[in-house]
Nanobody, 123 residues
Framework: QVQLVESGGGSVQAGGSLRLSCAAS????????MAWFRQAPGKEREFVAA????????VYAESVKGRFTISRDSAKNTMYLQMNSLKPEDTAVYYCAKGFPSSTTQATEYNYWGRGTQVTVSS
């Protein structure tokens, strides 16, 4: 019954910005964790950022800290990822995930996933 739909991906030059959105169906509870992961061709899926729906805490991968910002709008049941100062190494399919993970950064701990949105950064 849970559906997650990502949007906002595209192609940008290095140094540019994009804002990704993840619209969630149904109710998102305050203790839910929602996260962004990404996967580049030939590489494993890696953690990008996560938040607790109450927005008390946020967590970022070191590679994006200071450049990306995760946030949510509870009224719209939507999560966002503001991506600034993009680099070619940020090129990947970005996925939205939701669940009650034992480990926030472990992809296999999440129950629900979107289908992904492509982000391409050229040099």
């Amino acid at each position: 019954q849970v559906q997650l739909v990502e949007s906002g991906g595209g192609s940008v030059q290095a140094g540019g910005s994009l804002r990704l959105s993840c619209a969630a169906s149904g109710r998102t509870f305050s203790r839910h964790i929602m996260a962004w992961f990404r996967q580049a061709p030939g590489k494993e899926r890696e953690f990008v950022a996560a938040l607790r729906w109450s927005d008390i805490n946020t967590v970022y991968a070191e590679s994006v800290k200071g450049r990306f910002t995760i946030s949510r709008d509870s009224a719209k049941n939507t999560m966002y990822l503001q991506m600034n100062s993009l680099k070619p190494e940020d090129t990947a399919v970005y996925y939205c995930a939701k669940g009650f993970p034992s480990s926030t950064t472990q992809a296999t701990e999440y129950n629900y996933w979107g289908r992904g949105t492509q982000v391409t950064v050229s040099s």
